[in-house]
């Protein structure tokens, strides 16, 4: 038997930047980080021939193209597998569709998985772009790059993706200290509502295929956003980070409808109110994860209790994906 698992990340700057629909144009940087909240793939070979899998569903078939759950086909299709015969199960320490990257971390532990299996090793770059692969172009997402990228590496690291589609990535030289600051004083709170990213992303992508120029200047600003983000931590200014992350979420809400609702807005301005400095919804928006950097923790916590929101504590990693067993 062998377990991978990925981690899910948050978007620290630069969000949005990461399509192909606008880096191929103008290139695109972001800030992320992964987090100590998982995806895990289990992958063993069972007695009786066929491909089982089980997820939210269950799948017994025996030939890779009957596959329902799609990025599992494409998975198994990218090793060529002739007459398969294995068991795929899936689990999460937290559900899609929250604005963590549980797409990109559920490819990049299912790879992981499947190559450990077949003793064939691959670089987590190799393995970011094998994701990004069957995510973007076998399956036509309408999604960015960095969830793949910052799973399959880990840490806090920052992104530049180029026009020719290829990506730098570069840890984040962060002192001890502000990687502590940022621990301490990041809070997430799930705002109880889970959706898909793609019918988000939708329209941004399709504007900026448009090359409609509101949401051109929107996205050129974001980018911007995103280094002085880097700039921020890179120099321990953890505040200037944290007020960063409101002009983020400001822009964030231009960009499309849909990005936010009465609810949510209300939490954010009570969440102002209560300590926070600044804050974000984490993902493509619409629901999934708020957070804040706050000096104020207790206060806040307090606010967001009364709303009934839960809090999800975190450490980052700095692991990236990895097989676990054996």
């Given at each position: 038997m062998?377990?991978?698992?990925?981690?899910?990340?948050?978007?620290?700057?630069?969000?949005?930047?990461?399509?192909?629909?606008?880096?191929?144009?103008?290139?695109?940087?972001?800030?992320?980080?992964?987090?100590d909240?998982?995806?895990?793939?289990?992958?063993l070979?069972?007695?009786?021939?066929?491909?089982?899998?089980?997820?939210?569903?269950?799948?017994?078939?025996?030939?890779?193209?009957?596959?329902?759950?799609?990025?599992?086909?494409?998975?198994?299709?990218?090793?060529?597998?002739?007459?398969?015969?294995i068991?795929?199960?899936?689990?999460?320490?937290?559900?899609?569709?929250?604005?963590?990257?549980?797409?990109?971390?559920?490819?990049?532990?299912?790879?992981?998985?499947?190559?450990?299996?077949?003793?064939?090793?691959?670089?987590?770059?190799?393995?970011?772009?094998?994701?990004?692969?069957?995510?973007?172009?076998?399956?036509?997402?309408?999604?960015?790059?960095?969830?793949?990228?910052?799973?399959?590496?880990?840490?806090?690291?920052s992104?530049?993706?180029?026009?020719?589609?290829?990506?730098?990535?570069?840890?984040?030289?962060?002192?001890?200290?502000?990687?502590?600051?940022?621990?301490?004083?990041?809070?997430?709170?799930?705002?109880?509502?889970?959706?898909?990213?793609?019918?988000?992303l939708?329209?941004?992508?399709?504007?900026?295929?448009?090359?409609?120029?509101?949401?051109?200047?929107?996205?050129?600003?974001?980018?911007a956003?995103?280094?002085?983000?880097?700039?921020?931590?890179?120099?321990?200014?953890?505040?200037g980070?944290?007020?960063?992350?409101?002009?983020?979420?400001?822009q964030?809400?231009?960009?499309?409808?849909?990005?936010?609702?009465?609810?949510?807005?209300?939490?954010y301005?009570?969440?102002?109110?209560?300590?926070?400095?600044?804050?974000?919804?984490?993902g493509?928006g619409?629901?999934?994860?708020?957070?804040?950097?706050?000096?104020?923790?207790?206060?806040?916590?307090?606010?967001?209790?009364?709303?009934?929101?839960?809090?999800?504590?975190?450490?980052?990693d700095?692991?990236?994906?990895?097989?676990?067993?054996?």
């Open positions: 062998i377990i991978a698992r990925s981690p899910l990340r948050i978007s620290l700057g630069g969000g949005g930047t990461d399509l192909p629909s606008y880096y191929k144009e103008h290139g695109g940087f972001l800030l992320a980080g992964a987090i909240k998982y995806v895990y793939a289990t992958v070979r069972p007695f009786a021939p066929g491909i089982y899998l089980k997820y939210s569903n269950l799948e017994h078939v025996n030939l890779v193209k009957d596959v329902q759950h799609p990025i599992i086909r494409e998975a198994l299709d990218e090793l060529n597998l002739r007459t398969p015969q068991e795929i199960t899936t689990l999460a320490d937290i559900p899609s569709g929250t604005g963590l990257g549980s797409s990109g971390s559920f490819t990049t532990a299912l790879l992981k998985a499947l190559y450990s299996h077949y003793r064939k090793n691959i670089h987590p770059k190799e393995l970011a772009e094998l994701a990004c692969k069957i995510e973007l172009e076998k399956l036509g997402e309408p999604i960015g790059k960095q969830d793949q990228y910052i799973a399959a590496f880990g840490g806090i690291s992104f530049t993706f180029n026009p020719d589609g290829t990506v730098f990535s570069e840890p984040l030289a962060i002192s001890t200290e502000t990687l502590h600051n940022l621990e301490d004083n990041l809070l997430l709170f799930f705002t109880g509502i889970s959706r898909s990213a793609s019918s988000i939708s329209d941004q992508d399709n504007k900026s295929k448009e090359s409609d120029s509101e949401m051109l200047e929107n996205l050129h600003f974001t980018k956003l995103g280094l002085r983000s880097r700039d921020a931590l890179l120099a321990g200014d953890t505040n980070f944290g007020l960063l992350m409101h002009e983020h979420w400001v964030k809400k231009e960009r499309t409808q849909g990005m936010s609702n009465k609810f949510i807005d209300n939490a301005e009570i969440a102002l109110k209560s300590g926070a400095i600044g804050g974000k919804l984490v493509a619409g629901g999934g994860f708020l957070m804040f950097y706050s000096n104020d923790k207790d206060k806040l916590r307090t606010a967001m209790s009364k709303l009934n929101l839960e809090e999800i504590r975190f450490k980052f700095f692991e990236g994906t990895k097989v676990i067993l054996p």
